[in-house]
């Protein structure tokens, strides 16, 4: 504090270093450079071996270095701050309200009880983290008690312990007050006991059990580091055994200091990181309160000629008495504090929404469809397609690519399983208002763009083309009278590492990669034909013109039929859950409904919100397929158990592939493994199938891999090179099995519960998102706290630096 300019410093820079510190409390987890089970597994980059223990600013990965075991120091800093501060405000919290409750009404005795001064007097002279420690040492080494148990242990035990000290400073405080002659005044007026307390003394208190309380914390802040020098944790202690070694299991910052001490003499930084952050805490309070103490002290001399003791040493702030109150009135020291909450408001919208930028796989385009169909009597359709792409990335394009599927049905095809042909024809191409040169190969479309364009971050891409859809074709397909078009308009491919990710067009699994847009639809049909879609309100039936739109979808479906029953139902939050079917076969669509109904209201509840407003299952021959709240069904096959299966897969993808994106090409198995899963645990958690049955088809999957003698192969290959679609669809499904039964201890009782808040977990953290098998492995690893090595069995762990 300055005497001659008369700042309170300590009040200025208190504040700031204890706002910069509840900011990282608040935030740490979200700025944390990697997670607490992430740990850096020795590596060879840029001709330099990096290998815990890493020194601090050795990496920018690690700017303050690792533990010996590899586990970043940064990240274990924010995410215990939390701990530090919250837990010793909560202690300082409770045992302020009882001690001041307390001491406040023991002080206003007119005799003090011998008793109690003796009390007070013995108990001053006991080590609170003494009682604490015999308190914590049965419970704390591999507790089976839960975390949040534990540090509600410590907290109650702590603030109980620690009131009779506050108890006694307030009570002596208020003793000395209740001698003032303005309390006597205020009885001779006939105040109760109650109004002195509350409207006479502790008015004048409050001040002093402000700065009281922020001491306090910091009191608590070096309780809990006199416990951890014997290895008594707040939260847990982890004992390991071959050597002994004890770990926080908070993390919190008295944790690191104590689990680190043995560091003093080697890697010094383990041991002085934490503890920098320890002392820069204990300071921050420490300064706050000196502050607040020299601003309340400064305002007691607004009457100069009244002497209270205290020499003024910095410009109290007086009162205007006779003025009107206004809800605000500008001052220096508010706008100052306003400024400081705006500004933490921000710096903490912004955290979290960075946070929220950095989850999935990043893209650099983003497309959205305005498009106008028709078909004539002959089954031709002619498109007006109106795209906006955006480029998004920190590059410059000179060419869009897009799938055209429609065109590799052409004649001369080589697709066994499809019997037509189909025709697709581009007539015209513009690029924002101006004729565009394209080239279509296969289902590849590159429209080249001009060098002299303006604005190179959006294109407005007008594309005019027919086509015809080939019987029995695959997905995008006629049968009989009806349609099925699937991927029947130009997809924009995404945009990702420098170049357009378009794969070519495969039998089997899919192989387009497209990202979440919004679709706005015109559509005009021969008289007699129904539309179901995508759209989340698709036209009443034998509506044959109209409009349709759905947004945050990954493609477009559109089954366009004629002579179709139709069966309605509702699920949870009033979904519409539609089935259209034909008379025949021997499938029925009752219980087809039925089944799905329960598959989508169990996934409501056990996963997350269907993103849809209804749901529709189409009955007829062709592929089992899912699209965004559509999903296309074959009642024509024999195997009724698998028949079933596929209803609840098709609408497991609902949720793994129409929310959390994958790159089908590259990463199947993220959509088609997960899906698998979540199918089995259906029958395994939601009709209480034995775990051989619910999980059936994944091991006759594996078997038949086994009979072929194909060997071992990772699931996270390209589909080109997959041997056999057990390593998609069972491999996955039965190794997240065998890690829940492994480790659901961590995150509940049983597999089956754990295993459907896995899901749950995973949809909500990725929703809208792209995920690879890297983003797989890192969230999983977090959840399970398991290491890389964990999935070596069944992925390519050496990919994911790739």
Do not use: C
């Not at 939390?82 to 307390?102: D, N, Q």
């Not at 400073?169 to 002195?196: F, P």
């Not at 001490?261 to 041991?271: A, D, S, V």
Request: neutral net charge; proline residues 4%; charged residues 20%.
């Amino acid at each position: 504090m300055n005497k001659l300019l008369k700042i309170n410093y300590s009040l200025i820079i208190g504040i700031l270093m204890v706002a910069g510190l509840l900011f990282f409390s608040i935030f740490g987890p979200y700025l944390a450079p990697h997670s607490l089970t992430a740990a850096l597994e020795t590596q060879y980059t840029n001709g330099k071996v990096l290998a815990p223990p890493l020194e601090p600013f050795e990496s920018p990965s690690y700017p303050l270095g690792t533990d010996k075991w590899g586990y970043d120091l940064l990240s274990m800093i924010l995410y215990g701050l939390r701990y530090t501060v919250f837990i010793a405000a909560a202690v300082t919290m409770i045992k302020m309200a009882f001690g001041t409750i307390i001491g406040l009404y023991a002080g206003t005795l007119k005799r003090t009880p011998g008793w109690l001064i003796a009390f007070e007097n013995a108990w001053s002279y006991v080590p609170l983290f003494l009682i604490l420690y015999f308190f914590l040492a049965p419970i704390s080494f591999n507790s089976s008690l839960k975390q949040n148990v534990l540090i509600v242990y410590f907290i109650v035990i702590a603030s109980i312990i620690s009131i009779p000290s506050i108890v006694s400073s307030v009570r002596l405080k208020t003793a000395e007050l209740y001698k003032s002659v303005y309390i006597e005044a205020a009885k001779a007026l006939g105040a109760g006991k109650h109004r002195l307390i509350w409207k006479h003394l502790f008015p004048q208190l409050k001040e002093t059990f402000l700065v009281m309380f922020i001491l306090e914390i910091v009191y608590v802040i070096a309780l809990m580091g006199q416990l951890a020098l014997l290895n008594i944790f707040v939260g847990g202690t982890i004992m390991r055994f071959d050597p002994i070694i004890y770990l926080s299991a908070t993390k919190e910052l008295a944790g690191l200091v104590g689990q680190a001490r043995l560091n003093i003499y080697g890697n010094t930084h383990i041991l002085v990181a934490p503890l920098a952050v320890l002392l820069y805490t204990t300071v921050s309070f420490s300064l706050l309160a000196n502050g607040l103490k020299n601003r309340f002290q400064s305002n007691y001399q607004r009457t100069p000629w009244i002497r209270t003791g205290h020499e003024p040493l910095i410009q109290p702030s007086r009162k205007q008495y006779g003025r009107k109150k206004r809800f605000w009135s500008f001052s220096a020291p508010k706008a100052a504090f306003s400024s400081l909450v705006i500004a933490f408001a921000g710096a903490g919208i912004y955290v979290m929404a960075a946070k929220e930028a950095n989850i999935g796989v990043k893209s650099g385009s983003h497309s959205d469809y305005n498009i106008d169909l028709k078909m004539n009597g002959e089954g031709y359709f002619t498109v007006n397609a109106n795209i906006q792409v955006k480029n998004q990335s920190n590059k410059e394009w000179e060419d869009l690519v897009f799938y055209f599927i429609p065109n590799v049905f052409a004649e001369g095809h080589t697709f066994d399983s499809v019997e037509g042909t189909s025709e697709a024809d581009i007539g015209k191409v513009t690029v924002n208002g101006q004729k565009a040169s394209f080239m279509l190969k296969g289902d590849t479309l590159t429209i080249k763009l001009k060098p002299e364009m303006k604005d190179k971050r959006r294109h407005n891409v007008k594309i005019e083309y027919g086509f015809t859809v080939p019987d029995k074709g695959s997905r995008f397909s006629k049968v009989d009278t009806n349609y099925y078009l699937a991927q029947w308009y130009p997809m924009a491919a995404v945009y990702q590492k420098g170049k357009w990710n378009k794969e070519p067009y495969m039998e089997g699994l899919e192989t387009f990669h497209t990202g979440f847009s919004d679709f706005n639809v015109s559509y005009k049909l021969p008289k007699g034909y129904s539309l179901a879609s995508t759209a989340d309100k698709d036209p009443a039936e034998g509506k044959n013109e109209g409009h349709i739109k759905a947004k945050k979808v990954r493609d477009f479906f559109i089954a366009v039929m004629k002579d179709m029953e139709v069966h309605e139902t509702e699920a949870k939050d009033g979904v519409k859950v539609r089935l259209f079917s034909r008379s025949n076969h021997d499938k029925d669509p009752v219980a087809s409904l039925t089944l799905a109904k329960n598959a989508l209201t169990f996934y409501q509840d056990h996963i997350g919100d269907y993103p849809h407003e209804q749901l529709d299952i189409v009955l007829d021959d062709g592929q089992f397929m899912e699209y965004p709240g559509i999903v296309t069904i074959n009642p024509y096959i024999d195997d009724k158990r698998f028949y079933d299966i596929s209803i609840v897969h098709e609408i497991a993808h609902q949720y793994f592939y129409g929310v959390v994106a994958n790159d089908p090409y590259n990463n199947a198995w993220i959509d088609e493994g997960i899906t698998e899963f979540a199918t089995s645990m259906y029958f395994y958690a939601g009709q209480n199938q034995a775990e051989r049955q619910a999980f059936g088809i994944s091991h006759f999957r594996m078997e038949a891999i086994e009979e072929a003698g194909l060997g071992r192969q990772y699931s996270n290959v390209p589909v080109n090179e997959v041997k056999h679609s057990g390593y998609i669809y069972g491999q996955p499904s039965l190794e997240i099995l065998q890690m829940i039964q492994e480790k659901y201890t961590l995150k509940g009782e049983s597999p089956k519960a754990v295993g459907m808040q896995f899901l749950s977990d995973y949809y909500q953290n990725f929703r809208y998102k792209e995920v690879d098998t890297k983003e797989f492995i890192s969230f999983t690893k977090d959840y399970f706290s398991v290491p890389t090595g964990y999935f070596n069995n069944w992925i390519d762990t050496s990919k994911l630096d790739s």
